[in-house]
């Protein structure tokens, strides 16, 4: 990519790792023991087998649980996979598409999904999915914290935990691998680039996710952080909980005040979206040259486009494709291998308008 950009990782090979990597041997007696009982019980009942099909149900509401669930049938690997609403961003969207794709029965995979912007709602799915037995329960966490006491349920059971898109607050003991963004180096490479625009003052809206989740933790602690040490004014902060019109709301409520302001730090592209709809409204310049920078995350491709049209200055990736990287520790789990990349961090850059090629949005747009 031509222009400015800062790597959050090094560009890795497909078997080197990122992070430190722990032994998994407990895991895989666990898992191993959970396959072999469940062999035994299947010669015990075989003249009396019975095969009960599931139902399928799709959640389109954020804050709503659903599961969708198959009969598991032949040697399919049973996984049950917990995310955010896919209604939530293009993000999000673009990382449900990426699950689906992969977790098919054509790809050896009897998946079943739920889906909730609440962390409670998103545990007691996990809590149904370990009683149904699958064999991996994948996680997007929609809070860091309250996981403890359902994943140790599931090491109980011989479930193998894998985390996806975000870290949650629990001991790497509890989960077999994390494949997952490092918010906080998105939220550090952002500000850092906004600091080096070297602005006379910085008035600064900030508009942040779902509180809690580690998107939002990231991106807001490391602009809390430069702008205590640089003394930069936060002129309102508050959450849009990653929504469009609720950012638009924040804006406008700035602009009707009278206050001042020259930066909008918004923590996901709808966000930053609804922020310009606020200015485009009060008639307020906006981009490169103009009188507020406009600044977002995820790399949508249309967010992108704004960014080469100049509309916007700034906007730091979120790599939503984790799927392969999963199916390959599943499949390492399988064949009883130890897990050497406990912790994969996806790579992801920064994006200035003034650098950006239609190349960079056709490639890293999702």
């Not at 560009?11 to 666990?30: A, C, D, M, S």
Request: glycine share 8%; with cysteine.
């Amino acid at each position: 990519m031509n222009g400015w950009y800062s790597e959050l990782t090094k560009e890795k090979g497909p078997n080197e790792t990122n992070k430190t990597i722990q032994n998994n041997v407990t895991w895989e007696e666990k898992f191993m023991k959970k396959k072999i009982l469940s062999i035994l019980m299947a010669s015990m009942m075989v003249f009396g087998l019975v095969a009960c099909g599931g139902n399928t149900a799709k959640t389109d509401g954020a804050g709503d649980t659903s599961a969708s669930s198959s009969s598991s049938s032949g040697d399919l690997i049973k996984v049950g996979i917990i995310n955010n609403d896919p209604n939530e961003s293009g993000y999000r969207t673009a990382n449900d598409k990426d699950m689906k794709a992969m977790f098919t029965k054509e790809n050896g995979y009897d998946a079943s999904f739920a889906y909730s912007l609440k962390n409670d709602e998103q545990i007691t799915a996990a809590q149904k999915f370990i009683q149904d037995g699958v064999d991996y329960l994948l996680l997007s966490a929609a809070d860091t914290s309250g996981w403890d006491s359902v994943l140790k349920d599931a090491q109980d059971a011989g479930t193998q935990v894998i985390l996806f898109d975000r870290v949650i607050d629990a001991d790497e003991s509890l989960y077999a691998a994390s494949i997952v963004s490092d918010m906080d180096k998105e939220g550090q490479t952002a500000c850092d680039w906004l600091k080096a625009q070297n602005l006379d003052e910085y008035n600064i809206i900030h508009i942040q996710g779902v509180m809690g989740s580690a998107a939002q933790k990231g991106r807001s602690g490391a602009l809390t952080d430069m702008a205590a040490s640089e003394g930069w004014n936060i002129v309102n902060e508050q959450t849009a909980e990653w929504n469009a019109e609720k950012a638009q709301q924040i804006v406008q409520s700035v602009i009707d005040s009278g206050e001042k302001f020259n930066v909008i730090y918004a923590e996901n592209d709808d966000m930053a979206k609804g922020a310009v709809a606020a200015l485009d409204k009060a008639n307020i310049s906006h981009g490169v040259g103009k009188d507020v920078i406009v600044m977002g995350f995820d790399c949508n491709q249309w967010a992108l486009q704004e960014l080469l049209d100049q509309n916007w200055n700034y906007d730091g990736q979120c790599n939503p494709f984790q799927a392969s990287y999963i199916a390959d520790v599943i499949q390492k789990l399988q064949n009883g291998e130890d897990i050497t990349e406990k912790t994969i961090i996806m790579d992801e850059k920064g994006f200035d308008a003034t650098t950006i090629t239609a190349d960079d949005v056709s490639t890293y747009g999702i």
